[in-house]
């Protein structure tokens, strides 16, 4: 099964500013979502977006979706501290998801 | 709470002890997974059910054993482990039908194996 590949795996902000994460992913898909993981705890579905559209909007979070160069980005914009948190995305197989290894994001207040 | 109610959350073990993971759901969902997530590693699908019927067994070794009795519990049944074995255990579910697979986990049930 693919999965989708995070970039950076690690990624450090003032709070206040924007956070943008990168994932890659090798064969066509329907759908791509993106999730968030708090410390030790389980992931939480924040956004999907399906193979024909190439922008979403939810709250403060943005997402795009480039199906010729096969990556998805998210965009936290003003971020805070309550975001910091690890994001996944996901890619839909048929009756599963498949994750990559994650972005740790820190918030610095 | 997201409706998916994992127990024990903390849970070590011997090598040679028998353990079992339990997993609730009241969502009206009717699929069902173990994912295994590792430090730093992909979350690794281990086992999906759909309508308590497994339909996916992704290589995982026998000392993992998995069962649904119906479309709201699920357990993971643990017989001599390894010490790499490890991890968080994080189940989830997803509803039937939309065409996409939107999945509520649980908060997950961290294993630590001596």
């Known amino acids: 099964s693919q999965q989708g590949e995070e970039d950076p795996q690690a990624l450090s902000i003032q709070e206040g500013e924007n956070a943008t994460m990168n994932c890659s992913y090798k064969?066509?898909?329907?759908?791509l979502q993106w999730y968030r993981q708090n410390s030790g705890r389980g992931l939480v579905h924040l956004i999907l977006i399906r193979s024909n559209e190439r922008e979403k909007h939810s709250g403060r979070l943005r997402v795009t979706l480039d199906t010729s160069k096969k990556s998805s980005s998210l965009l936290i914009t003003a971020s805070r501290a309550a975001d910091t948190a690890s994001y996944f995305c996901?890619?839909?197989?048929?009756?599963?998801?498949?994750f990559g290894a994650g972005t740790t994001v820190t918030v610095r207040a | 709470e997201t409706g998916v109610t994992q127990t024990p959350r903390h849970l070590v073990m011997g090598m040679t002890n028998k353990k079992s993971l339990k997993c609730e759901q009241h969502l009206g969902h009717n699929a069902m997974y173990w994912y295994k997530q590792s430090a730093k590693k992909p979350l690794e699908l281990m086992f999906v059910y759909s309508l308590e019927e497994r339909v996916e067994n992704n290589s995982v070794p026998s000392r993992f054993s998995p069962e649904c009795p119906n479309s709201s519990h699920l357990f993971l049944h643990l017989h001599t482990l390894q010490p790499e074995d490890s991890a968080l255990y994080l189940c989830?579910?997803?509803?039937?039908?939309?065409?996409?697979?939107?999945?509520?986990f649980g908060a997950g049930s961290r294993l630590t194996v001596l």
């Open positions: 996901a890619t839909d197989d048929d009756y599963k998801l498949s």
């Open positions: 989830a579910s997803s509803p039937p039908g939309a065409g996409a697979n939107v999945l509520t």
């Open positions: 064969t066509s898909i329907n759908n």
